[in-house]
């Protein structure tokens, strides 16, 4: 039998990972090594998901709390897509993924974690890298430590 450890995401499926206030607010007060911030730009930031459904899961942020991208300035929109665009690219240099998924959930009933805070993920996807695990026992399996992943990334955008 093979043996899959995960050990970074027992604080997460024991609740004990929950903390109060906004985490993509938090995030920006705290170091980029302690939080896996990959690059900050003029309105928005890019930080890995520390409950990445695989490994290169991005996520894009920006700076200003706000819950919806219509509110969001031209400015802020511009820069957003053109962050999301720089995501693809080193993600397809750094991972060779076969595909991507990116997409906004807007709101707990469309799949929102966090829903006061509008973020963008871009998850990398790779033939096979969904099985048996997420259908019967709601798990992800991913082969790669946040930090590691947080390494090959640093300083590549």
């Given at each position: 039998?093979?043996?899959?450890?995960?050990?970074?995401?027992?604080?997460?499926?024991?609740?004990?990972?929950?903390?109060?206030?906004?985490?993509?607010?938090?995030?920006l007060r705290e170091p980029d090594d302690e939080t896996y911030v990959?690059?900050?730009?003029?309105?928005?930031?890019?930080?890995?998901n520390r409950y990445p459904y695989s490994p290169g899961h991005l996520m894009v942020s920006p700076y200003r709390h706000t819950d919806s991208p219509e509110k969001l300035t031209e400015e802020e929109r511009n820069e957003h897509f053109d962050i999301v665009s720089r995501c693809v690219e080193v993600l397809r240099q750094e991972f060779n993924p076969e595909g991507f998924n990116l997409g906004i959930n807007l709101g707990k009933v469309a799949g929102a974690g966090i829903d006061d805070h509008v973020h963008t993920h871009i998850v990398p996807r790779y033939q096979g890298d969904?099985?048996?695990?997420?259908?019967?026992?709601d798990v992800r399996v991913v082969p790669e430590a946040l930090a590691e992943t947080y390494e090959k990334l640093k300083g590549k955008f």
């Open positions: 039998m093979d043996r899959l450890c995960t050990p970074w995401r027992f604080a997460y499926v024991s609740g004990q990972a929950k903390q109060e206030g906004c985490v993509f607010c938090r995030i990959l690059h900050r730009g003029e309105h928005w930031y890019i930080v890995l969904t099985n048996f695990m997420t259908v019967i026992s």
